[in-house]
């Protein structure tokens, strides 16, 4: 974990980023830079000293782990070497930066005009003229089916569409077209 120049009294701790895992090192590189996916502090004699926490990555000359992006994840177990981590979260749940797990938060429960499709950290509006859907596969157990919403579908015939929520036309009023908020 330590350098030094030739003809140097003191031995120097190799900088954060690198590693120094020989002895007689005379470079300020040491042996060289720290693992992709690993942080190597200050004096590291190894290049895989630590793993990146959960929710980080780290590749190249970085020498610090950075957060994922918002909308990604990175779990705690794994070597993450890119920005987008372990990938998006899933469907129906938001990832702030540096979340790790792929349902850090859920959507909204109570609104039906927000959804949350994989890869989201702020819910969308769902459109006039639409309706919010769920995706059963993204179902937490004990979580009421409806109140993960993953998406949004064009309003059909016959329906009025506003907040998120299909209604059909009342009696004597029609709607002969899709995505459409009102009833004649």
């Known amino acids: 974990g330590t350098w030094s120049a030739r003809g140097a009294s003191q031995c120097t701790q190799c900088k954060a980023g690198y590693f120094g895992s020989e002895e007689a090192l005379t ?106 859907v769920t995706d059963f596969a993204s179902r937490q157990p004990g979580v009421e089916e409806h109140s993960i919403r993953t998406g949004h579908k064009l309003c059909q015939p016959g329906y009025t569409c506003q907040g998120g929520i299909a209604s059909p036309c009342p009696d004597g009023a029609f709607q002969n077209k899709s995505g459409q908020t009102s009833c004649e």
């Open 27 to 132: 470079l300020p590189t040491c042996t060289g830079p720290c693992a992709d996916g690993f942080l190597c502090p200050a004096g590291s004699v190894s290049s895989t000293a630590a793993l990146c926490p959960g929710g980080t990555w780290r590749a190249g000359a970085m020498t610090q782990c950075e957060d994922c992006l918002p909308g990604h994840f990175g779990l705690a177990t794994s070597v993450r070497v890119r920005e987008t981590c372990d990938g998006p979260c899933d469907a129906g749940y938001l990832c702030q930066p540096g979340s790790d797990t792929p349902r850090q938060l859920q959507c909204s429960t109570t609104d039906p005009g927000l959804y949350c499709p994989a890869g989201s950290f702020t819910p969308l509006v769902v459109p006039p003229g639409s309706f919010s």
